[in-house]
C-alpha cells in the first residue's frame, strides 16, 4: 500500500499528494505534517530516539511522535494512528498546542524537512512498546528536564523540536496539558 502525503500551496492550503517514500528528498515540497507530546499519569513526557534506518535525522532525540495525515484524515485521528504504530501507544485527550507551525530544516545528509506541522498534546496510560523501524529508544521525562536540556544541547535533539518547544515556551502553553 502507498502512504500518501498531503503536498500544500503557499498558503497552507492542499495541492495535491506525494508517495511518502518519495517526499523526503534535498528538495522536499511544503508538505503537511504534525507533532504531539505524549505525556502520562506522573506528567512526564515521551521522548523517542528516531530509528538509524529514517531517512532524514536517523538516531536524533525528539517528541513523542511526528508525522502525516492522510489525505482526507484528521490530525486527531492522525495522531492516534502514528501513535498506535509507532509506539504501541492508545492516546487520549488530544489538544491542539499550537496550530500553525511550520519549519524547514536540512539534515546532515542534505535530506529536507518542509513543513507545516501543528502541534499537538495527548495522553496515555501505558508502556510504550515502540516500532523497531520507527524508535530505537525512548525515555520518560520531567517537562523542565526537557526545557533544560534542549537549552543547554539543542544539537542532540531534532531541529522542530528544538523550534516547537521555543515557541510552546514562549507562548506560556503548558505541556503538561
Given at each position: 500500500m502507498i502512504e500518501e502525503v498531503v503536498l500544500l500551496d503557499v498558503q497552507n492550503q492542499p495541492a495535491g499528494t506525494m508517495d511518502k517514500a518519495l517526499v523526503h528528498t534535498e528538495h522536499t515540497p511544503l508538505h503537511l505534517a504534525f507533532s504531539c507530546y505524549i505525556r502520562n499519569e506522573r506528567g512526564d513526557i515521551l521522548l523517542t530516539r528516531r530509528?538509524?534506518?529514517?531517512?532524514?535525522w536517523p538516531g536524533v532525540?525528539?517528541?513523542?511522535?511526528?508525522?502525516?495525515?492522510?489525505?482526507?484524515?484528521?490530525?486527531?485521528a492522525a495522531v492516534s494512528r502514528r501513535s498506535q504504530y509507532e509506539l504501541g501507544l492508545p492516546v487520549?485527550?488530544?489538544?491542539?498546542?499550537?496550530?500553525?507551525?511550520?519549519?524547514?530544516?536540512?539534515?546532515?545528509?542534505g535530506i529536507v524537512e518542509n513543513e507545516f506541522c501543528p502541534i499537538f498534546a495527548a495522553f496515555t496510560r501505558q508502556p510504550p512498546a515502540p516500532?523497531?523501524?520507527?524508535?530505537?529508544?525512548?525515555q520518560w521525562v520531567k517537562p523542565e528536564d526537557l526545557l533544560s536540556s534542549v537549552r543547554t544541547t539543542p544539537w542532540a535533539f531534532s531541529p522542530w523540536m528544538v523550534l516547537q518547544l521555543g515557541q510552546i515556551t514562549q507562548k506560556n502553553l503548558s505541556l503538561l496539558g
Amino acid at each position: 500500500m502507498i502512504e500518501e502525503v498531503v503536498l500544500l500551496d503557499v498558503q497552507n492550503q492542499p495541492a495535491g499528494t506525494m508517495d511518502k517514500a518519495l517526499v523526503h528528498t534535498e528538495h522536499t515540497p511544503l508538505h503537511l505534517a504534525f507533532s504531539c507530546y505524549i505525556r502520562n499519569e506522573r506528567g512526564d513526557i515521551l521522548l523517542t530516539r528516531r530509528a538509524l534506518s529514517k531517512v532524514a535525522w536517523p538516531g536524533v532525540w525528539t517528541n513523542s511522535v511526528c508525522g502525516h495525515p492522510l489525505p482526507g484524515e484528521s490530525l486527531q485521528a492522525a495522531v492516534s494512528r502514528r501513535s498506535q504504530y509507532e509506539l504501541g501507544l492508545p492516546v487520549e485527550n488530544i489538544t491542539s498546542l499550537i496550530g500553525e507551525f511550520q519549519y524547514y530544516a536540512t539534515d546532515a545528509s542534505g535530506i529536507v524537512e518542509n513543513e507545516f506541522c501543528p502541534i499537538f498534546a495527548a495522553f496515555t496510560r501505558q508502556p510504550p512498546a515502540p516500532r523497531g523501524s520507527e524508535v530505537m529508544d525512548f525515555q520518560w521525562v520531567k517537562p523542565e528536564d526537557l526545557l533544560s536540556s534542549v537549552r543547554t544541547t539543542p544539537w542532540a535533539f531534532s531541529p522542530w523540536m528544538v523550534l516547537q518547544l521555543g515557541q510552546i515556551t514562549q507562548k506560556n502553553l503548558s505541556l503538561l496539558g
